[in-house]
């Protein structure tokens, strides 16, 4: 089955963690007929880099963050890619800290990851260096934090348009 | 040949004999609000500003089946300065809030707006950074139609009551105090 022979070439090539937890990058294992690889940021583009050259994961499907207020590397950024000629998908997990919530940027590899960190930046705060263009893209300009972490205020809103008091139905 | 009464003959050429005016139903008389509302509440013409699901709705609510045309609400304008009912359909975002009241300000008076389903009365279970709660915090409602999504029947509801409260409301013409 071309799942199982994929992953165990990437398999050769990569520690598990539980035998070298210190490796830039180890696997984790097959969860749900993924295979998942953690690694250190700074072993991102490398990594992702040869399996897309060598492992022919050719799709970039998302980019998004898991935020983990009590852990020290506070936010798991998360890649999912997709191979279209063995159809298989792979997970790679990266941790960063909340002093230094960055990456580097996938934009020169995959054109579609532009959006897609754009709004891992819109709700996360994560920012992916090299990525040229960062701006709100489900957000607008002016809105101060970042909604999906975990320590912003579940239900406060900034208003664009400032409201009305409240008042009866029957008042225009 | 205008303004000259053709000559009423009859079949063999002579002057027939002229109509005689039945003075029962000349004219009759009402309050210019009355006669306004009347006009005005059949003559609703929606702005469907539709932004999520309950859009099926209200294109099922629309349709043959139910058919808000029977109440003189159903041909939609797609320019708000054709308008005088702003139906919002659907959750609506505070990013979209600048768009919303755009559109209620470009439409002429007089206008009315209904908040069609729950989201667009109150935010519905939405309370969170990204959505309006209630488009009222922003403009004037005239008729909330709760539910996720609404009967066709609450709906046809809410335009009935609407129209009561159009015509049983004041209605200023041009110039006029109000």
């Known amino acids: ?172 | 040949m205008y303004g000259k009464p053709l000559p009423v003959v009859d079949q063999a050429g002579r002057p027939a004999a002229t109509h005689q005016k039945d003075a029962s139903f000349e004219f009759l008389t009402t309050r210019i609000d009355d006669l306004v509302g009347w006009a005005r509440k059949f003559s609703l013409f929606p702005y469907p500003f539709v932004t999520a699901c309950c859009a099926m709705e209200f294109m099922a609510v629309s349709g043959s089946q139910y058919d808000t045309d029977r109440f003189g609400a159903a041909l939609p304008r797609f320019s708000p300065r054709q308008a005088d009912l702003l139906m919002v359909v659907g959750t609506v975002t505070q990013k979209q809030a600048p768009v919303l009241l755009k559109v209620y300000e470009q439409m002429c008076e007089p206008k009315w707006v209904m908040a069609f389903g729950v989201c667009a009365s109150t935010g519905g279970f939405y309370q969170n950074y990204a959505s309006l709660p209630g488009i009222d915090r922003i403009i004037p409602v005239d008729i909330y139609v709760p539910g996720c999504p609404p009967r066709p029947e609450m709906v046809i509801d809410g335009i009935m009551r609407l129209q009561e409260k159009i015509a049983n409301s004041r209605h200023p013409l041009i110039n006029e105090r109000v």
């Open chain 1, 1 to 172: 089955m071309a799942t199982s022979t994929l992953f165990e070439r990437i398999r050769q090539h990569v520690p598990s963690s539980e035998a070298e937890p210190a490796a830039p990058v180890r696997c984790a294992g097959v969860v749900h007929q993924v295979l998942v690889l953690e690694l250190d940021a700074a072993a991102l583009v490398s990594t992702v880099t040869r399996l897309k050259t060598e492992f022919g994961f050719d799709l970039f499907l998302d980019v998004t963050a898991v935020d983990w207020p009590s852990h020290p590397q506070r936010f798991e950024v998360v890649y999912h890619f997709y191979s279209t000629t063995d159809k298989v998908r792979i997970r790679l997990k990266t941790r960063v800290t909340e002093a230094d919530p960055s990456v580097d940027s996938l934009t020169a590899l995959y054109g579609s990851a532009g959006y897609m960190e754009r709004e891992c930046h819109d709700m996360y705060g994560i920012s992916f260096r090299g990525n040229p263009d960062l701006r709100p893209i489900l957000l607008y300009e002016g809105f101060v934090g970042y909604p999906l972490r975990k320590d912003y205020p579940k239900q406060q809103e900034q208003p664009l348009v400032p409201y009305r008091p409240p008042q009866s139905a029957l008042v225009r």
